[in-house]
């Protein structure tokens, strides 16, 4: 169990071995700790900056993320040092942020483990890792909707381009709700991350070879499937 010496640490996420307590504790302990936390006399760690686990959905996610991160330890995908690369161990210093701040959106914490997968895997190279961090920030960014068109497009797969309100109509039904208007609203967004090749002919066409990915939307989607494999073995 932590002591108390150690919630700045924790608050900051500067200590990789706090870090490594807190994933591998139990349920209970996690919760112990929240408590301790809020309780401890640092008040101004607890409630300013970057903290872990203030709620009781937070511990949960946590928890999960945790048994997660041992099972690829146990199968080899994934380094027991924390620390790991520069850039792999900033995406757990990030992801912990977000799980703490905002562990409701299921979808964006869903494809920030698949980056941070991606970023700290044994097999992948500095580059790889590097590519990786710079599409975890990307995934910090995205909504659910988002998330969702941009797996929903592969499915509309082409070798010419389709009039936009074509490619509209079929996308806002494989996403499931059927708004075309929303499906615009979220198109913008993927574009302006260049996860989603733009328009062409004066925005009157859109191409839909590769689902409409770009190069760097492929590496995303890559990222998310190899994670949803690795969570399902």
């Known amino acids: 169990m932590l002591v108390a010496r ?9 200590n990789p071995n706090v870090i490594e307590r ?15 936390l809020l309780t401890s006399g640092l008040p101004r760690l607890a409630f300013a900056g970057p903290k872990v686990a203030f709620t009781a959905m937070a511990v949960e996610v946590l928890t999960d993320f945790g048994k997660e991160v041992s099972e690829w330890i146990k199968r080899g995908v994934f380094p027991e040092d924390f620390s790991g690369r520069p850039s792999g161990y900033q995406t757990w210093v990030e992801l912990l942020q977000e799980i703490d701040t905002n562990p409701t959106d299921a979808d964006r914490l869903k494809a920030m ?7 700290n895997r044994i097999d992948a190279s500095d580059g790889q890792s590097i590519l990786a961090y710079q599409l975890f920030a990307i995934a910090k960014k995205l909504s659910s909707g988002e998330l969702l068109l941009l797996r929903a497009s592969t499915q509309i797969q082409g070798t010419s381009p389709e009039p936009i309100q074509t490619w509209l109509a079929k996308v806002a039904n494989a ?5 075309t208007a929303l499906v615009e609203v979220h198109e913008r967004v993927l574009v302006d991350y260049h996860l989603f090749l733009p328009r062409l002919d004066q925005y009157l066409t859109v191409p839909v070879i590769n689902g409409r990915l770009t190069d760097l939307g492929r590496a995303f ?3 998310l499937e190899q ?3 690795e969570t399902q073995r």
């Open 6 to 14: 150690e919630y700045a640490d924790v608050a900051h996420l500067e």
């Open 221 to 223: 989607v890559r990222n």
């Open 227 to 229: 994670y949803e494999a």
């Open 22 to 36: 807190i994933l591998s504790a139990s349920r209970a302990e996690k919760v112990a700790y929240v408590s301790a």
């Open 113 to 119: 483990k698949a980056m941070f997968l991606a970023a």
């Open 175 to 179: 996403v499931g709700h059927g708004l």
